[in-house]
C-alpha cells in the first residue's frame, strides 16, 4: 500500500518477476528508496511512476514485467485485475448484489454469497468501478502457461479451473496413476489434505479399499517450503500421527501429490512401518519435479529437488518404500483433459519463454545482488 498523487494504491500479487533485480536496479537508480526485496513494491513504484491514468500505467507494467504475475489493485475510484500474458497464476471475476469481485480463486466467493462470473484471461486489465466491469487486452497474450501444480496441490480442491473443478481433476489423477502403476494391496492411504482426492482416485480404479492411515494436525503449516532441512524434518514429526489399527499387517499403499525434497516422504514410510504395516508402496500423482519453477512457487533450487539428481529407484531406496512410481506427463495431461496450455517446466525444464534470468534466479539473494550492481 502506498500514497501517490492521485490517491492511495493497494497491490495484492500472486507470482514472481524473473526480471526484478533489473527493475530494482532501475528504479533505485532514478532514486527511488525500496524497503524491501518484494517484487511487489517493485511493480507499486513502476505503476506510480508511469505516466497517465491507472489504465495505462497497468499498460506500461505488464510491457516490463516479465514472469508471472496475478494482480488485484485498489484506488481511490477503482479496482483492478490483471493477468499475465502467459497466464501462469489463476484470477477469477464474482459477482454479487449487482457488482464485481476479484479473487485468486472461485473458493473464495461462496464465503461472501458471490457467483463465479469467469477467469481473467491471460493478459487481459479488469476494471471494476461505479459503472460496473470494462475488460480490456493489456498485453497480447502468449502461449498459454497456466501451472499445473496449481491442479495438482496449491488450489483448494473446490475451486474450478479452467471450467474444471479441482477435486475432480484430482481423483482423475489418482485414476491415472492407478492404471499406470497398479501394485497388489491391502489397503490405500493417503498423505493428507492434499493427497486424499488422489488416493479416492486411485482406490476407486484400483478397486482397493481406501481408508485414513495419517492424522494430520491442522496447526502445522506446508513443510516443503521451510527454509532448512532440520525445520522441514521437525515439522514432518509434528504434522502427522498414524492410525495403528487400520495399518497393522497390511500392504498400504500411500498416495501423495507430489515428492519435491523428499523430507516428508521417507519419515511417513518409516512411520507407516513402525505402526506395523507389512508393506508401503508410494505413488505420485504427479511427474518427478526435476527443475524448478521461477514463476511464483517456492520450490527449492535444482540441488535441492530430490529427483534432479536421483533415479526412480534411488529415490525409493532413500525413502525406504517397497516400490515407488511417479505419474507420467501423458497421464498427467489426459487427467487435466488437455493436449497443451499449460507449464509442465517443473517436470520437464522446458519453460515456456527463454530467458537469462534463470541461471541468476538459482543463485542466493547475496549473489543476485552482486551480479546487478557487480562484486
Not at 512411520?271 to 520450490?299: F, K, N, Q, S
Amino acid at each position: 500500500v502506498i500514497e501517490t498523487i492521485d490517491g492511495p494504491l493497494g497491490v495484492a500479487h500472486n507470482g514472481n518477476l524473473v526480471n526484478s533485480p533489473q527493475l530494482r536496479r532501475e528504479l533505485l537508480e532514478r532514486g527511488v528508496g525500496l524497503q524491501t526485496s518484494s517484487d511487489t513494491e517493485v511493480m507499486v513504484h513502476l505503476l506510480t511512476g508511469a505516466g497517465g491514468d491507472w489504465m495505462s500505467r497497468i499498460r506500461v507494467l505488464m510491457s516490463r514485467a516479465e514472469g508471472a504475475f496475478a494482480l488485484t489493485l485498489i484506488t481511490r475510484d477503482a479496482i483492478y485485475g490483471v493477468r499475465d500474458p502467459w497466464g501462469f497464476r489463476p484470477l477469477v471475476i464474482g459477482e454479487i448484489d449487482g457488482g464485481f469481485v476479484l479473487a485468486s480463486e472461485s473458493c473464495a466467493f461462496s464465503a461472501i454469497g458471490a457467483t463465479f462470473v469467469r477467469d481473467v484471461q491471460p493478459g487481459e486489465i479488469v476494471r471494476v468501478d461505479d459503472n460496473g466491469l470494462t475488460i480490456e487486452q493489456g498485453a497480447v497474450p502468449k502461449r498459454r502457461a497456466f501451472c499445473t501444480f496449481e491442479q495438482i496441490y496449491f488450489s483448494r480442491p473446490d475451486s474450478v479451473h479452467e471450467g474444471h473443478l479441482v477435486h475432480s481433476t484430482r481423483q482423475r489423477l489418482g485414476r491415472e496413476l492407478a492404471r499406470e502403476a497398479p501394485v497388489e494391496a491391502d489397503l490405500v492411504v493417503p498423505v493428507p489434505d492434499s493427497g486424499t482426492p488422489h488416493a479416492v482416485g486411485f482406490a476407486q480404479e484400483a478397486d482397493v479399499p481406501y481408508t485414513e492411515g495419517l492424522i494430520k494436525n491442522r496447526y502445522v503449516g506446508r513443510t516443503f517450503i521451510e527454509p532448512t532441512q532440520q525445520l522441514r524434518s521437525a515439522g514432518v514429526a509434528m504434522k502427522f500421527n498414524p492410525l495403528g489399527d487400520n495399518l497393522f499387517g497390511k500392504r498400504v499403499v500411500m498416495v501423495d501429490d507430489s515428492i519435491v525434497r523428499g523430507t516428508t516422504s521417507g519419515p511417513l514410510v518409516q512411520m507407516l512401518r513402525d505402526a506395523g504395516a507389512a508393506e508401503v508402496h508410494v505413488r505420485v500423482a504427479c511427474p518427478a519435479i526435476t527443475d524448478p519453477c521461477y514463476m511464483g512457487v517456492d520450490m527449492a533450487s535444482r540441488d535441492e529437488l530430490i529427483a534432479g539428481h536421483k533415479s526412480v529407484e534411488e529415490i525409493r531406496q532413500h525413502i525406504g518404500a517397497d516400490s515407488l512410481a511417479f505419474l507420467s506427463i501423458d497421464a498427467l495431461m489426459r487427467a487435466l483433459e488437455a493436449e497443451d496450455g499449460y507449464c509442465n517446466a517443473c517436470f520437464t525444464g522446458d519453460y515456456p519463454f527463454e530467458s537469462e534470468r534463470w541461471v541468476q534466479l538459482e543463485l542466493s539473494p547475496k549473489d543476485q545482488f552482486a551480479q546487478v550492481w557487480g562484486d
